[in-house]
């Protein structure tokens, strides 16, 4: 492998392991040449690698260098995302395999929102029903879009957030793609409805069994 490589290798390993703290500034290039015998454009090099990663962020002037980067969950959500879209277009991964991820994460979460949703968030969820007889097709799919997008954060669970946008977000887009049935929309609007219903009781099992099959109903679109 490249110099750079092993010299970007030894300081991922370093800032995964916690030796080297968010919003820790790395030793100066020559310092880091001096340390690992390599020259000072090897050190630019691997720094350059380390920032492309999002695990360093490089900043210039007197109380400038490079610092371990603070973990942002929208990047590494969006990391993920582009990840899963390659894999995708590889064929190492099938649409129907994100559906199947996607109940694995959207089911239990529903149930978690029933449990632990705020008054704001039910009221954010709420805002996010879209009337069945009256709503574009555009409008429906970004009010459901947002639906879904507010019923994981009210689970109370950033890590489920951070997982399931990616894999919804691509899945989705499938969907807009699929030709739907006459009526289609108007039923998924119902399903809607029947969730916040669960989660305004504060019914995890209904939220659940209502999700369940609500997502039951979007696997033609994923073949």
Known sequence: ????????DAL?????????KAGEKLPVEPELSVQYGVSRSTVREALR??????????????????FVA???????????EASLRLLAQAHSLTIGQLAEARDLLEVPAAGLAAQRRSDDQLQDLKSTLF?????????????????????VRASGSPIVEMLSRPVFEIVYDHVQLWEAPAGFWARIAGDHEAIFDAVAAQDPGSARDAIRDHLRKLRPACA
């Not at 492998?1 to 970007?8: D, G, I, R, W």
């Not at 690698?49 to 490079?66: D, E, K, M, P």
């Not at 970004?142 to 507010?150: G, I, Q, T």
């Open 49 to 66: 690698l380390l920032a492309s990663q999002n695990l360093i962020t490089t900043t210039r002037g007197v109380a400038g260098g490079s």
């Open 12 to 20: 991922r390993a370093r800032i995964l392991t916690g030796e080297l």
């Open 131 to 151: 009337d069945r007889r009256q709503t574009s097709l555009d409008d429906a799919i970004a009010a459901s879009k947002m639906f879904h997008a507010a019923l």
């Open 1 to 8: 492998m490249p110099a750079y490589q092993l010299l970007s």
């Open 70 to 80: 603070y973990p942002n969950p929208e990047q590494v959500s969006g990391y993920l």
